[in-house]
């Protein structure tokens, strides 16, 4: 009963937070810097118009969609054969948040960035409100992996730490992103922020299951292994792509669009595929794990 009240509390917070930055934000202080025009921001990524409404990177869009659907599938499926399983509900959950956090990123980083930053503007709004709830969610997301990866790979001490982490970092960070918004702080509303609240946590699951696996050797610390190392190479292949400025190439000389996200959302597309396969049949608490040296 307590665990219910305070996941329902914090489902009440997120709730309000949300409230607030729809209701009080004010994204015309955030511009993006250099000044940039609707026109200049159109001439530098290809557009479709479907009637009256224009869609930006119609192909990137198409990838982060379907990696989108993938992932709340994947969620889904975790839910509905949970098993009475703490770290396959969370994870089920987590999965879902990020699907549909990555939905609301396609909306704004990809299909519909001019309707939201450019539009009715002289000059291009920084962010919008589907980038910061994008925020939001993705935070969430990981919280709920926390969770999940505390029921699976520890119990006792280690468990309650880890789950007080997150129960922290989550209202603090959100805190943070309704103050960005309303008062127009761009570092407060960046993925820079989301990284240094959340993506560490990605690098304790790794460490994690590398020392049961060496302790164990169990299938489902192996294969989660495999997983947080490809999700290194995704961000790792993701940077060079970027800052080989190859996307820029491929546009300007042979108007093809191919940008370092769509470079993370196809591998990335592979590594939830691997998961959906490998984790069904592994995941499960740690209670109920048969573990011998």
């Not at 999965?95 to 990809?110: C, E, P």
Request: net charge neutral.
């Amino acid at each position: 009963m307590k665990k219910k009240s305070l996941f329902i509390g914090y489902a009440v917070f997120l709730l309000v937070v949300v409230l607030l930055i729809s209701f009080l934000s004010n994204f015309d202080l955030m511009k993006m810097d250099p000044l940039t025009t609707g026109e200049e921001f159109l001439a530098s990524m290809p557009y479709i118009m479907i009637g009256s409404l224009l869609i930006t990177q119609p192909s990137s869009s198409i990838f982060i969609f379907a990696l989108s659907i993938l992932i709340i599938i994947f969620g889904i499926h975790f839910l509905r054969d949970s098993q009475k399983s703490e770290a396959r509900k969370f994870w089920g959950f987590g999965m879902i948040f990020w699907g549909v956090a990555s939905l609301f990123a396609g909306i704004s980083y990809q299909a519909f960035g001019y309707e939201l930053k450019c539009l009715g503007n002289e000059y291009a709004n920084w962010t919008d409100w589907f980038e910061i709830i994008y925020y939001l969610f993705m935070g969430t997301s990981i919280c709920l992996l926390i969770f999940s990866m505390s029921y699976a790979l520890v119990d006792g001490k280690t468990r309650k730490i880890m789950q007080w982490i997150a129960l922290v970092c989550l209202p603090i960070y959100a805190i943070l992103l309704v103050v960005g918004s309303i008062a127009g702080i761009k570092f407060l509303v960046s993925y820079e922020l989301l990284c240094i609240f959340f993506m560490w946590h990605f690098i304790v699951f790794f460490v994690l299951n590398i020392k049961r696996y060496r302790k164990y050797h169990t299938e489902m610390d192996k294969q989660f292994i495999i997983a947080w190392s490809i999700l290194l190479l995704c961000n790792v292949i993701y940077y060079i792509y970027y800052l080989s400025g190859v996307s820029e190439v491929l546009y300007a000389n042979f108007n093809i669009w191919f940008n370092q996200n769509d470079v993370l959302h196809v591998l990335m597309l592979g590594m939830f595929i691997y998961m959906y396969v490998t984790l069904p049949k592994l995941l499960t608490d740690y209670e109920t794990q048969s573990l011998k040296n």
